[in-house]
């Protein structure tokens, strides 16, 4: 059983930073994907960030790039989100999903593709 257990989140002043982190376990390979997804009070889920465990590109929303970073450790099963920069239009729950497929340029936004999701953490930006 894929087991995805999230850390990190919080609290900070607009221009802060913090660091999230996503742990899997129940994997066999390290061919899958992980993604940083988000979701406001009255939006839709929204993907943040999109890795292949394996290496590879990492793929990000426009909405965070040049501000967020993702990274696979060398065990293939934790997906870091470092975010700098913050805004006040970050605040969201956050959550890690996992999906047997890999990652690619078009796909790794569509949360329906996700078999797996962590449970959540709050990321609140005030001003």
């Known amino acids: 059983q894929v087991q995805l257990v999230e850390s990190g989140g919080g609290s900070v002043q607009a221009g802060g930073s913090l660091r999230l982190s996503c742990v899997a376990s129940?994997?066999?390979?390290?061919?899958?994907?992980m993604g940083w997804f988000r979701q406001a009070p009255g939006k839709e889920r929204e993907a943040v960030a999109g890795a292949n465990m394996a290496g590879g590109a990492i793929y990000y929303a426009d909405s965070v790039k040049g501000r967020f970073t993702a990274s696979q450790n060398i065990a293939g099963n934790t997906l870091a989100l470092q975010m700098n920069s913050l805004k006040p239009e970050d605040t969201a729950v956050y959550y890690c999903?996992?999906?047997?497929?890999?990652?690619?340029?078009?796909?790794?936004?569509?949360?329906?593709?996700?078999?797996?999701w962590g449970q959540g953490t709050q990321v609140t930006v005030s001003l």
């Open positions: 999903a996992a999906r047997w497929s890999l990652c690619l340029g078009g796909s790794w936004p569509n949360n329906k593709e996700y078999n797996y």
């Open positions: 129940g994997y066999t390979s390290h061919n899958y994907c």
